[in-house]
């Protein structure tokens, strides 16, 4: 069993900085493609960004693409979303997620989801 805690979470300006932190249970971490999702309000749950189990590969959506960093350090379990120059329509609960295999982006290909953490951008 895999255990994903996010925090991070919160009210920011449009235009403003977040960082998301994932902390991750379970001895199989390291190999393991960790994948940011997001969904707002009356919204389906869509895919952000992932990051192969070593670190090295990464893939984002297209909105967020330059704007967004997926990190991850794997001696602490940990995996990260720097997300600079936010926008209002990116308020949504933002959740963590082991997924199935790299390149995955649809929901059903995660194995494991975290409880979410909020982001609020305000305008």
């Known amino acids: 069993q895999v255990r994903l805690v996010e925090s991070g979470g919160g009210l920011v300006q449009a235009g403003g900085s977040l960082r998301l932190s994932c902390e991750a249970s379970?001895?199989?971490?390291?190999?393991?493609?960790m994948g940011w999702f997001r969904q707002a309000a009356g919204k389906e749950r869509e895919f952000v960004g992932g990051?192969?189990?070593?670190?090295?590969?990464?893939y984002y959506t297209e909105t967020v693409k330059g704007r967004f960093t997926i990190s991850r350090d794997n001696a602490k379990n940990t995996v990260y979303l720097q997300m600079n120059s936010l926008k209002p329509e990116e308020t949504a609960v933002y959740y963590c997620?082991?997924?199935?295999?790299?390149?995955?982006?649809?929901?059903?290909?995660?194995?494991?989801w975290g409880q979410g953490t909020q982001v609020t951008v305000s305008s």
């Open positions: 997620a082991v997924l199935s295999m790299y390149g995955s982006t649809m929901s059903g290909s995660v194995n494991y």
């Open positions: 379970g001895r199989t971490f390291s190999r393991s493609t």
């Open positions: 990051i192969s189990g070593n670190g090295v590969l990464t």
